[in-house]
């Protein structure tokens, strides 16, 4: 298949619509029946004619949502794909893609302790001293002084690959391959499915910069304080957010 076939098959209107995840595993495991499904497949690059069986599952806990295992007839092995499916009903609607400690981004990104204090700041792990501020449990980055702004922002972009990877792809065995982005409304579902490693570069296409209301974003990637949790520890969270349907138009 060509890739200007591909590129065709890669967005797509499906009558009727899917609601969740769940969904999503019942059309790969009635793919030969779902023609979602055999698109979905097509462009992961399985033939339909050499697939044998086809089982997905759900997963939790881990960036991806959906696992795929294929079976194709003519190699006589297994094949497994890992799929992260994002399901949103709001055209500019956010999408939460990671959120942990700032200890637990320290590990994966050996921050530095200077990077790591401002950051605690800007979540409320650390109670800040200053006056005047907009929200006395916390700093937002354009309350802090601009030699921390531009720690920040070096730090991030320094590190933006290893950054967008770990929020978008993750690690290990459950790492995900592909992004499936479905925008649902009430009668049918628009949905586009891309490689991660496109899906990371359209993400984080862009600059790494504050923005007005003192967060950070690093190309079409917000990060931002948990927050909610009726005011619990977790609400001093790290977050980082996308609106999923950016994929589709690229």
């Given at each position: 298949m060509s890739d200007k076939d591909l590129i065709k098959l890669g967005s797509?209107?499906?009558?009727?619509g899917f609601r969740n995840e769940d969904d999503i595993v019942a059309k790969f495991n009635d793919w030969k029946n779902d023609k979602d499904a055999q698109k979905w497949l097509e462009i992961m690059g399985y033939p339909i004619?050499?697939?044998e069986k086809v089982e997905a599952v759900k997963l939790h806990g881990y960036k991806t949502d959906v696992q795929v295992q294929i079976t194709i007839y003519m190699k006589?092995?297994?094949?497994?794909?890992?799929l992260s499916v994002k399901l949103v009903?709001?055209?500019q609607g956010f999408n939460q893609v990671d959120k942990r400690w700032v200890d637990s981004y320290t590990e994966m990104w050996n921050m530095p302790k200077d990077i790591v204090k401002i950051?605690?700041?800007?979540?409320?792990?650390?109670?800040?001293t200053k006056s005047g501020l907009r929200d006395r449990r916390r700093m937002f980055f354009d309350?802090?002084?601009?030699?921390?702004?531009?720690?920040?922002?070096d730090f991030f972009v320094k590190n933006k690959i290893l950054v967008v990877s770990d929020i978008l792809k993750?690690?290990?065995?459950?790492?995900?391959?592909?992004?499936l982005v479905a925008l649902i409304t009430n009668s049918e579902s628009r949905w586009v499915l891309k490689n991660i490693n496109h899906a990371m570069?359209?993400?984080?296409?862009?600059?790494?910069?504050i923005t007005s209301q003192g967060s950070l974003k690093i190309g079409k990637i917000g990060m931002q304080r948990k927050g909610g949790d009726a005011g619990r520890d977790t609400s001093k969270m790290l977050q980082f957010k996308i609106n999923p349907v950016e994929l589709f138009g690229d």
């Open positions: 797509a209107t499906a009558k009727g004619n050499e697939i006589k092995a297994i094949a497994a794909e890992n009903s709001n055209p950051l605690k700041l800007f979540t409320g792990e650390i109670r800040p309350e802090i002084s601009e030699s921390d702004r531009k720690k920040i922002i993750g690690r290990g065995k459950f790492s995900a391959g592909w992004m570069n359209v993400f984080a296409d862009g600059e790494v910069r």
